[in-house]
């Protein structure tokens, strides 16, 4: 007598259940006449001010969408029951998947590109605000899919090296949570830390102000209420007491600031020290965005000091050039302006890009602006010839390059939605010296000064550390108890301070100061 195979009987057991899933469809079609004719005389016998027939389409509409929703249900259980089935001959078979189970690595690629497109409506939608802000409880909720471990690889690409991010890395470096920074009503964009004393934090959010933060303290020190929009940068002066920011109103404001620093209090143990390993469980838990108050004792500055209004859309970003003299605009007129600080004239417009722009730095010690756009490139513009000013355009991403910065010494690093980062040289920029491939889009990015450090914040609420080959570091902690609970925006180093070295924002409302022992990073690599 022919014996069944294990094969066959689970294609025929799979085969029954979508028979009688299908059945359980056409059961209720059947009934939806008699359910439309039953609300018909339940509205029929309701008092309201639409005439009937308005109320019956309206009735119309809403049973096709529970149609739609209840047809979407029944195919998500037998998709769920087939992938258990696909588990069951699986594990039959010994073969088994590390780091994630089939059915999250089966539909994250499917789930990855609509996330991605949702994310950028978002981002658009947010930093293009002008009017009053928006209601708190309207925030992305972007990513959401656990990481998919599967072994390391690299490939030598044409000059560069193509390094994987999901290679497994086994760094036992301590990356612990110190202090969360929270005020804000909306998301935030950018941060940065003073290059002068005193040492402070600053925040640019959606909710169109930007926050001063004792970083050893976590407090409020100052709040500029200067725009009428989202404030989607800042940058302080490399010398003075002064904030650049840039805002969705249209204009970037100069403004001074005033600050005295709290006593420091002692350092409270948030969380607990936490191996930066990929391999640590960690739950992808959405907690409730509660209500937040913003610090009402917190001093506020309402009028800037200079206003710069020659863009005619949203102004992206904005930077200081080197020794603080002039500064640099990105816009969404696909233009960057370069100022003056002193008499506020328009000194050069920098035009070239054919969609609009995203992001713009300048060079630490050189005269040198790097534009990054949704054209998929990224200039680099050359001011250290007063009588000539090059541009150089590069072509490396397939998607919005979202930020390009400038390294200390002769390279850029740029990231883009594609979920790559490449690291490039300024004396030979044909192609990247290394390319890190990621699972998630990539937004504002930094390098730590000292050791070259690249952070990366990520729209799936994750931030990695690769170092300048492409080496993946370590991945920052995070759980339902602490760490991003929205995409995160941007990160910012500051490895001249001894609790916090670095910082990371996001739309979840919050700053975070991390400490990140470098040491063990390098020992590690």
């Not at 007491?241 to 970037?252: E, H, I, K, R």
């Not at 969380?271 to 930066?276: H, I, L």
Request: aromatic share 6%.
């Amino acid at each position: 007598m022919p014996v069944e195979s294990g094969n066959s009987a689970a294609a025929r057991q799979a085969k029954q259940k979508r028979k009688s899933h299908s059945l359980s469809i056409r059961r209720t079609n059947s009934t939806e006449q008699e359910r439309s004719g039953l609300q018909r005389e339940m509205l029929e016998g309701q008092d309201s001010k639409l005439p009937l027939s308005l109320r019956s389409n309206l009735l119309d509409l809403f049973s096709q969408i529970e149609r739609e929703f209840e047809n979407l249900y029944i195919e998500n259980l037998e998709l769920r029951r087939e992938i258990e089935t696909l588990n069951d001959r699986l594990a039959a078979d010994g073969q088994t998947f590390e780091g994630a189970d089939l059915a999250k690595g089966a539909l994250k690629t499917k789930a990855s590109h609509s996330t991605s497109q949702l994310s950028q409506k978002l981002k658009t939608t947010y930093k293009a605000s002008t009017s009053k802000p928006r209601s708190n409880s309207c925030h992305a909720r972007v990513g959401g899919t656990r990481n998919f471990s599967v072994t390391g690889w690299e490939l030598w690409g044409g000059d560069s090296w193509i390094v994987s991010s999901f290679k497994a890395t086994t760094s036992r470096a301590i990356c612990q949570l110190v202090r969360e920074y929270v005020g804000h009503r909306d998301g935030i964009w950018d941060l940065s830390v003073t290059r002068t004393q005193p040492v402070v934090l600053g925040t640019a959010s959606a909710d169109h102000t930007a926050m001063l933060w004792s970083i050893e303290t976590g407090k409020c020190l100052l709040k500029y209420l200067g725009h009428q929009g989202s404030v989607n940068s800042i940058k302080f002066h490399p010398t003075e007491q002064m904030a650049l920011t840039a805002s969705g109103d249209q204009t970037a404001h100069i403004w001074r600031y005033m600050v005295q620093l709290p006593t420091p209090q002692p350092v409270a143990d948030m969380s607990q020290q936490t191996p930066c390993e990929d391999d640590v469980d960690f739950s992808d838990k959405d907690e409730a965005d509660g209500e937040v108050e913003g610090p009402n004792d917190c001093p506020s500055v309402r009028v800037a000091t200079t206003t710069l209004r020659s863009h005619q859309g949203v102004v992206i970003a904005a930077d200081w050039l080197v020794g603080g003299k002039q500064v640099v605009t990105a816009s969404w007129d696909r233009a960057a302006n370069l100022y003056d600080v002193e008499t506020s004239e328009l000194v050069h417009s920098l035009t070239g890009h054919d969609q609009e722009l995203t992001h713009c730095c300048t060079h630490p010690t050189q005269r040198l602006v790097v534009t990054s756009s949704r054209d998929t490139t990224f200039r680099l513009w050359d001011f250290r010839d007063p009588s000539i000013h090059s541009v150089n355009v590069f072509q490396g991403h397939t998607d919005t390059v979202t930020s390009a910065v400038f390294t200390v010494g002769d390279n850029v690093v740029s990231g883009s939605d594609d979920r790559t980062v490449k690291v490039w040289d300024l004396k030979n920029m044909r192609s990247p010296i290394a390319t890190i491939r990621t699972d998630s889009a990539v937004n504002r990015i930094s390098v730590s000064v000292n050791q070259k450090i690249i952070a990366l914040p990520h729209d799936n609420r994750q931030v990695r550390l690769f170092d300048m080959s492409g080496v993946r570091l370590a991945r920052l902690p995070r759980t339902n108890r602490q760490g991003h609970r929205r995409m995160v925006c941007c990160s910012a180093w500051c490895e001249d301070n001894a609790s916090c070295n670095l910082f990371s924002c996001g739309f979840d409302r919050q700053a975070i100061g991390w400490n990140i022992n470098i040491t063990a990073l390098l020992q590690e690599k």
